[in-house]
């Protein structure tokens, strides 16, 4: 090689560097789960900020059963708390934890979403940093344990 032709690749492995960290950080394809005649789809995670050791948890729930579903806790190896939550603008940080448990009537969907239900998993053991994945335990009333892996993005 020539020193020109050295000078004019030394962009490329910069370049495939960043194009190969780029796929690797977007948005992984979130894992659908079944449960009885319950359907999980589109889990994910909010990852954290810095050293933030808190994030939540969404994912959309349907209930194709013939009888009304009942998502009572979650919990997860990978946090102290997991909270179930529901918007409340009297409370503080605009959410309150929820202890009866969220709904799903049958033939219904519910979506644990940003600005809405979600979870909230404080007290990580490591800050979800992009791309990282937590194991969370959804416990219903009756599909029993369902066991949810969320990705951390940026959503």
């Known amino acids: 090689m020539t020193p020109d032709s050295i000078t004019e690749r030394r962009w490329l492995m910069p370049a495939v560097l960043l194009a190969w960290r780029l796929i690797m950080s977007g948005p992984a394809v979130a894992q659908d789960v079944q449960a009885g005649g319950l359907h999980l789809t589109g889990g994910w995670a909010k990852a954290a900020d810095n050293d933030q050791r808190l994030s939540f948890g969404f994912v959309t729930i349907r209930n194709r059963g013939t ?8 919990t997860s190896p990978g946090a102290a708390v997991v909270e179930l939550r529901e918007p409340d603008p009297s409370a503080s940080g605009g ?8 709904v799903i009537p049958a033939g219904d969907v519910v979506a644990l979403e940003p600005g809405g239900r979600h979870l909230l998993m404080r007290d990580l053991q490591v800050p979800l940093a992009l791309g990282d994945e937590i194991r969370v335990t959804l416990r219903f009333e009756r599909a029993g344990a369902v066991v949810l892996p969320l990705r951390a993005h940026w959503h």
């Open 67 to 74: 009888e009304t579903e009942r998502l009572l806790s979650a």
């Open 95 to 102: 959410a309150r934890a929820v202890t009866e448990g969220f």
